[in-house]
Nanobody, 115 residues
Framework: QVQLVESGGGLVQAGGSLRLSCAAS????????MGWYRQAPGKQRDLVAI???????NYADSVKGRFTISRDNAKNTVYLQMNSLKPEDTAVYYC?????????WGQGTQVTVSS
């Protein structure tokens, strides 16, 4: 089992920045990718960014050029630097870790961007 704990959400004005962190603990061997998803009220959970052990990165088109994902493998921690935030970025952000075929999720952290 893998446990994920997120931190760093909050309220920010449009154009501002936030940095999310997610620390993995437990049986963290062979976590082959980590990333972030988000879910706005009444909408499905969507991919924001993922990063593999090899450092391969994918971003949602809506965040390219504004968000940066990074990972500290030694600390089993993944970060999401969010710049130039927009009101449409408002959502609950969930950390995800994939180990073999299993997906693990954090409890979610609220990000609210005011206009």
């Amino acid at each position: 089992q893998v446990q994920l704990v997120e931190s760093g959400g909050g309220l920010v004005q449009a154009g501002g920045s936030l940095r999310l962190s997610c620390a993995a603990s437990g049986s963290t061997f062979n976590i082959n990718r980590m990333g972030w998803y988000r879910q706005a009220p009444g909408k499905q959970r969507d991919l924001v960014a993922i990063i593999s052990n090899a450092g391969n990165i994918n971003y949602a088109d809506s965040v390219k050029g504004r968000f940066t994902i990074s990972r500290d493998n030694a600390k089993n921690t993944v970060y999401l630097q969010m710049n130039s935030l927009k009101p449409e970025d408002t959502a609950v952000y969930y950390c995800n870790a994939r180990q073999f075929i299993n997906d693990y999720w954090g409890q979610g952290t609220q990000v609210t961007v005011s206009s």
